[in-house]
């Protein structure tokens, strides 16, 4: 016997009240915005090959058929290509008991064909033959589980603002993979289909499919592009065609030299500045030679050392220091004396303008032996920790020697003259700061290539005395470049710099004639990486030959944003966009327009 409870009726006041907000709740959620609201477009327009979502024009391809051989890498050209496109790639695996059935009953069929032929007096088919090889060698691989079987379906979305753009784009999808000899076709009548198969939804809504081994399958992965990221190194920024981050170790390529090549105002120092920062949280130490007061504010958040190099400061650098040396190896030390003796002959053409006869140049080289020998110091590695000699002991020298009183006439007023202060004294200031700026903003123009060079001189002694992990920064690289002689030193600093696990940073806004320069191409040879950021028109057809551009790449440079570039590291190369930290940007913003 079953007893029933009876139902409760609900009072019709109590079901008025449901019902009344029940229908409140749904004019609330009518009225309300979804997620799916928001993101929705405007309109959709659905067309026999093509949707048009907003402003935006979109067509779907699927591929049907592939070459009898696929390579890796493949589907490259098209991943890397500079225009806008989903890819979906659908992967089904199928049993290998059920598809050997298959492959047995088509190896049949393919050897009764071959006994027809036969009786036939046929002469034979290398298109049957080949496909009979391809079956038995797939059934061998699969029966020793070498490989597996898959279904595989692939399709491309494009997107374009124009239907102009979109025929135009279309042809060049159809190019590059007809190029390869993988056919494809757009998805008339289902261009709705298309579109959702490629969206990240996992629904294949076209289900075309093409049957694919492991190997074959292997060819489709991983979609490569660009990338320079590394378990090691500092965050140089974000990669323009993945949104990958851009992580690198200069120290691990051949050398660790750098070019940083831009018009000014494109970031080309905030980018120095930036890399500058993250260095010093790994240990590096960082010198830089600071034309315009750019790296000041930076020097003081760090807690480095800011020498002003001027006529009237107090910091003073002695152009004839001497590298520290091991005494137990005589080589080396005699192989100091005689590299400083030639830097030496350098900087004293830069001072009388690069004007010296080869006499001139020979008393140059002896009298620059003899001041040495004045104060004690020869090869003895034991004599170079005595004083050495001044710019005004030169000149006494030179003024002893018959046929050298032009060259003393025109070094007198560095050891006597106006400039006597800044070249006639001994080094008063050190390199034992881990960020050390010298600016030589204050410098008369007349004296900027020479300070420079003294500058050069002094840090490259104490690079050859201690080997430890540095960055050498030269700004406005291109004030050198105007003499040969300094523009030699720069270069030579490049080729030998990796021995002495130095990375040298040249930048320079004057690109047309930092180019143009010999050693400027010979200082961009001797750089692993390279930064590439905005260009002037007048410059790019010179940039794109030297780093070998592609069309698209000089249009980019033309077009960047304050920040954005080409990155180069060895043989690789992304388009890159500087970021910076919140208190990074603080430290190393130069804009004038910046609010505080």
């Given at each position: 016997m079953k007893l029933f409870k009876k139902k409760q009726e609900v009072p019709p006041e109590v079901l008025a009240q449901q019902q009344a907000q029940n229908a409140a709740n749904q004019a609330l959620a009518e009225g309300t915005s979804t997620i799916r609201d928001i993101i929705a477009p405007a309109a959709l327009k659905v067309d026999f090959n093509y949707l048009q979502i907003g402003n935006h024009y979109l067509r779907t391809f699927f591929v049907y058929n592939y070459p009898r051989y696929l390579y890796t890498d493949w589907l490259t050209p098209l991943i890397n290509s500079d225009f806008s496109m989903n890819t979906s790639l659908y992967i089904y695996p199928v049993g290998s008991k059920e598809i050997l059935k298959k492959l047995r009953t088509k190896s049949a069929q393919i050897q009764s064909t071959f006994s027809e032929q036969a009786q036939k007096g046929l002469v034979r088919d290398p298109?049957?033959?080949?496909?009979?090889?391809?079956?038995?060698?797939?059934?061998?691989?699969?029966?020793?589980?070498?490989?597996?079987?898959?279904?595989?379906?692939l399709y491309f979305t494009i997107y374009a603002k124009d239907l102009e753009e979109l025929n135009s784009l279309t042809g060049s999808i159809e190019n590059i993979l007809g190029g390869q000899l993988v056919l494809s076709k757009q998805t008339l009548m289902q261009q709705e289909q298309g579109f959702n198969s490629t969206l990240p939804l996992c629904n294949n809504e076209l289900m075309i499919s093409k049957n694919f081994d492991t190997g074959a399958l292997s060819t489709f992965f991983p979609f490569v592009s660009n990338e320079l990221s590394r378990n090691e190194g500092i965050l140089y920024g974000?990669?323009?065609?993945?949104?990958?981050?851009?992580?690198?170790?200069?120290f691990t390529l051949e050398n660790a030299?750098?070019?940083?090549?831009?018009?000014?105002?494109?970031?080309?120092?905030?980018a120095v500045k930036l890399e500058m920062l993250r260095y010093l949280m790994l240990g590096s130490e960082v010198i830089v030679i600071d034309p315009e007061n750019e790296y000041e504010e930076l020097s003081d958040a760090v807690g480095g050392a800011y020498l002003n190099i001027n006529i009237n400061s107090a910091e003073r650098i002695n152009p004839f220091d001497l590298p520290g040396a091991d005494g137990s190896d005589p080589q080396e030390a005699e192989n100091h004396l005689r590299s400083n003796i030639i830097i030496l002959h350098g900087l004293v053409r830069v001072m009388v303008g690069g004007k010296m006869s080869p006499t001139e140049d020979n008393l140059l080289d002896q009298a620059l032996v003899q001041t040495y020998a004045a104060k004690g110091i020869t090869k003895d590695p034991n004599t170079h920790g005595l004083q050495p000699p001044t710019i005004n002991d030169l000149v006494r020298v030179l003024e002893s020697m018959q046929g050298a009183e032009r060259l003393a006439a025109?070094?007198?007023?560095?050891?006597?003259?106006?400039?006597?202060?800044?070249?006639?004294?001994?080094?008063?200031?050190?390199?034992?700061?881990?960020?050390?700026?010298?600016?030589?903003?204050?410098l008369e123009e007349e004296l900027r290539p020479t300070a420079m060079y003294m500058v050069l001189n002094f840090i490259w002694n104490r690079v050859r005395s201690e080997k430890k992990k540095r960055l050498l920064t030269v700004d406005e690289a291109w004030i050198l470049m105007r003499y040969e002689d300094s523009a030699q030193f720069l270069f030579s600093i490049a080729k030998r710099a990796r021995k002495y696990y130095l990375g040298l940073t040249t930048i320079s806004q004057d690109?047309?004639?930092?180019?143009?320069?010999?050693?400027?191409?010979?200082?961009?040879?001797?750089?692993?990486?390279?930064m590439l950021l905005k260009?002037?028109?007048?410059?790019?057809?010179?940039?794109?030959?030297?780093f070998n551009l592609t069309q698209a790449e000089k249009y980019f440079l033309l077009n960047s944003e304050v920040g954005e570039g080409l990155f180069f590291a060895g043989m690789n190369h992304v388009a890159i966009q500087v970021v910076a930290s919140y208190q990074e940007d603080l430290l190393i913003n130069t804009n004038p327009n910046q609010e505080e």
């Open positions: 298109m049957l033959e080949t496909a009979y090889q391809d079956v038995e060698e797939l059934r061998d691989t699969l029966q020793r589980g070498e490989e597996k079987f898959f279904k595989a379906s974000v990669n323009r065609h993945t949104n990958g981050l851009v992580i690198f170790d200069r030299n750098s070019v940083v090549l831009a018009k000014s105002g494109s970031g080309k120092s905030y025109s070094l007198k007023k560095y050891s006597e003259g106006t400039y006597a202060g800044l070249f006639n004294k001994q080094t008063n200031i050190s390199l034992d700061n881990k960020f050390v700026v010298f600016s030589i903003r204050d690109v047309e004639d930092f180019l143009g320069s010999a050693y400027g191409k010979a200082i961009i040879n001797n750089s692993s990486l390279t260009q002037h028109p007048a410059v790019i057809d010179k940039v794109a030959r030297v």
